[in-house]
Nanobody
Framework: QVRLVESGGGSVQAGGSLRLSCAAS????????MGWFRQAPGKEREGVAL???????????TYAESVKGRFTISRDKAKNTLYLEMNSLKPEDTAMYYC???????????????????WGKGTQVTISS
């Protein structure tokens, strides 16, 4: 059974940084998509950063326009952990952030939450001005 557990959220001032972690377990697929999504109150869930994973290799990182240059997605294979490094945070980045995974890597770049198969429970990120 696939399990995704997020951590690292919190409250910081604008301009600050946070690093989110997603500990994954139970995953047996060889090539697949993982990523971070977020959902602010009253808004739809949106893809923030996604990455294709094939064995020990990661590629095809994709970012939402609103976070390009500020957020970085990465993975530590040995720890089975996905990360989201967030810098120069803005109040509009405030949201619940979710780790997600998919059984395949097809259209990973699209960042459509409807395509994802597994979800964590989320971690709250709050940015004050």
């Amino acid at each position: 059974q696939v399990r995704l557990v997020e951590s690292g959220g919190g409250s910081v001032q604008a301009g600050g940084s946070l690093r989110l972690s997603c500990a994954a377990s139970g995953y047996t697929y060889s090539t697949y998509c993982m990523g971070w999504f977020r959902q602010a109150p009253g808004k739809e869930r949106e893809g923030v950063a996604l990455i294709t994973i094939s064995g020990s290799t990661t590629y095809a990182e994709t970012y939402a326009e609103s976070v390009k240059g500020r957020f970085t997605i990465s993975r530590d294979k040995a720890k089975n952990t996905l990360y989201l490094e967030m810098n120069s945070l803005k109040p509009e980045d405030t949201a619940m952030y979710y780790c997600s995974a998919r059984r395949s890597a097809i259209y990973c770049y699209a960042g459509n939450p409807l395509d994802m198969d597994f979800w964590g429970k989320g971690t709250q990120v709050t940015i004050s001005s």
